[in-house]
């Protein structure tokens, strides 16, 4: 599956973004989905996972309450709205897709994707 995400940019502390991320090449609510961010200098973090229906979602303890993921399986979009934005979210967002995984299953972990897409900088100023 290839994966194109979008919507990330300069914001204002406080602000929001929505995050995009297309999916290909696979039959979409087949897939796992989730958001991970690498901010200058870290390792890649978790940040937020879906179900193939979209039944059950996640959020890291850093974003709850702010974040939210959703998708749209008709027109093979996943989305990360994002409110309250701090100078910590500041990262590069990446999408993640996997296949075969349990009905009903988020996965919060990098090594359970097997597909990524390129990322999108998302840059809070304070």
């Known amino acids: 599956v290839q994966l194109q995400a979008s919507g990330g940019g300069l914001v204002q502390t406080g602000g929001s973004l929505r995050l995009s991320c297309v999916a290909s090449?696979?039959?979409?609510?087949?897939?796992?989905m989730g958001w991970f961010r690498q901010a200058p200098g870290k390792g890649r973090e978790f940040v937020a996972a879906i179900s193939w229906r979209g039944t059950r979602s996640y959020v890291s303890d850093s974003v709850k309450g702010r974040f939210t993921i959703s998708r749209d399986n008709a027109a093979n979009l996943l989305f990360l709205q994002m409110n309250n934005l701090r100078p910590e979210d500041t990262a590069v967002y990446y999408c993640a897709a996997r296949g075969n995984g349990v009905s009903g299953a988020y996965y919060t972990t990098s090594d359970a994707y097997d597909s990524w897409g390129q990322g999108t900088l998302v840059t809070v100023s304070s």
């Open positions: 090449g696979r039959t979409f609510y087949s897939l796992s």
